[in-house]
């Protein structure tokens, strides 16, 4: 099924300016950020977020329910419930209910090598 986000359902819209909300869990990093207009919602989604490559762990959401929308390469979610993402070895953290956003894996820039990285968690 496809789903599209409407300028009627974005909260965003409409010219208002709003402080963006990051969150933070491990290598894990979700950008409160509006969805673009005209996407197309991912067809399933298993709830998982991101997966730690040295322990395996994931950082999964646990309570509530979302939209998961993919714009090229980045991953965009709309909390429909207050939702609460956990992972094993990290507190958990918890997205209010409208909130538009999107994550990915957190970056790290090694200056004297010259080269970026993903985050191992």
Excluded at 22 to 27: K, R
Excluded at 82 to 87: F, G, Q, R, Y
Excluded at 93 to 100: E, H, L, S, V, W
Aim: charged share 25%.
């Amino acid at each position: 099924m496809v789903i599209s986000v409407s300028k009627l359902e974005n909260p965003f819209e409409g010219g208002i300016s709003m402080k963006k909300q990051v969150w933070s869990q491990g290598d894990l990093v979700i950008i409160q950020e509006p969805i673009p207009i005209g996407l197309a919602e991912q067809g399933s989604h298993d709830g998982i977020f991101a997966r730690g490559e040295a322990t395996g762990h994931a950082h999964r959401n646990i309570k509530g329910e979302a939209r998961f929308f993919l714009d090229g390469s980045t991953t965009r979610a709309w909390a429909l419930t207050d939702l609460e993402i956990c992972h094993e070895d990290h507190p958990s953290i918890r997205i209010p209910a409208g909130t538009q956003f999107r994550y990915h894996q957190e970056r790290e820039a090694d200056w004297l090598a010259e080269v970026n990285r993903n985050v191992v968690d």
